[in-house]
């Protein structure tokens, strides 16, 4: 195994350093790739100089701000044409905490892809607000409905996938750029046959800095499930069974 750990970053500077710290005490045989999107915060700057330091540590900068989803795609490209496996992302304001990452890898010797759940025993949310809990269990809920995925947590980007899954499906037909992204890459895998694990984790709302969330972005998440039914529903693909 030669774990690549993406962490995207769009003005993450004040978490990104003992982030990067933290993941490799936890996964100490695995390298970070940061994607940074010319963060204005200067991530991007302070990126390099940790770099001169750490050699498991590498920056893949964009030139401005083209959403987390293509930002993961490009990390995984960067992470295939290097010989990396598994592939795991992550975000980089320690909503995901690098203590799960031994699970997760772990996990991801025996499933193509692995979850860090927040909706399995064990795991959860902290500091949520009424609204986020309803958003986030709710876009779960229409996910599981429309598309039936066998996991408890399909929005989440705490995941590891193995490569060979990743070079199997087809990532350049992935239409959303934003945060659907996760339910469109998880759909891929589901059609290409990959086998899926959760492991709980607690979402902590984000450490530090902004959040980046809109409206427009969960209304385009949503436009995206019923696309890919109707999708499935040409391909004549039925919905998965939770295990
Ligand atoms: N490279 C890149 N990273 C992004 C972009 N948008 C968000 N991110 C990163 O993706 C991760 C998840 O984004 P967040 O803004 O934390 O989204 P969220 O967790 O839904 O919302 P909050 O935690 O409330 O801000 C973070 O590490 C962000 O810095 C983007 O356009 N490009
Ligand atoms: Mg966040």
């Given at each position: 195994m030669r774990p690549l750990i993406i962490a995207s970053t769009y003005n993450e500077r004040d978490n990104i350093e003992s982030l990067v710290r933290e993941i490799l005490i936890q996964a100490p045989q695995a390298n970070v790739l940061v994607v940074d999107d010319n963060s204005p915060d200067g991530t991007g700057q302070l990126v390099r100089e940790l770099m001169t330091k750490e050699s498991r540590l590498h920056l893949l900068a964009r030139p401005g701000k083209l959403g987390l989803g293509t930002a993961i795609l490009d990390g995984m490209r960067w992470g295939l044409e290097r010989g990396y496996d598994?592939?795991?992302?992550?975000?980089?304001?320690?909503?995901?905490?690098?203590?799960y990452l031994p699970a997760i890898l772990e996990g991801s010797k025996k499933y193509d892809v692995m979850i860090g759940s927040r909706y399995i025993?064990?795991?959860?949310?902290?500091?949520?607000?009424?609204?986020?809990?309803?958003?986030?269990?709710?876009?779960?809920?229409?996910?599981?409905?429309?598309?039936?995925?066998?996991?408890?947590?399909?929005?989440?980007?705490?995941?590891?996938?193995?490569?060979?899954?990743?070079r199997k499906i087809d990532r350049d037909s992935i239409k959303s750029s934003g945060y659907s992204f996760v339910e469109e890459v998880l759909e891929l895998c589901y059609r290409a046959g990959a086998t899926m694990g959760e492991t709980?984790?607690?979402?902590?709302d984000r450490r530090a800095g902004q959040s980046k969330i809109s409206k427009k972005e969960i209304f385009r998440a949503v436009g995206t499930l019923f696309r890919l039914r109707w999708q499935r529903i040409r391909l004549g693909i039925r919905p998965g069974r939770r295990s």
């Open positions: 598994p592939i795991c992302t992550m975000d980089a304001d320690f909503s995901h905490h690098p203590k025993p064990g795991g959860g949310t902290r500091n949520w607000g009424i609204h986020r809990k309803i958003l986030s269990k709710g876009s779960n809920l229409v996910s599981w409905i429309l598309l039936g995925f066998p996991v408890h947590d399909c929005t989440g980007c705490y995941r590891a996938y193995r490569a060979d899954l990743l709980p984790i607690i979402f902590e």
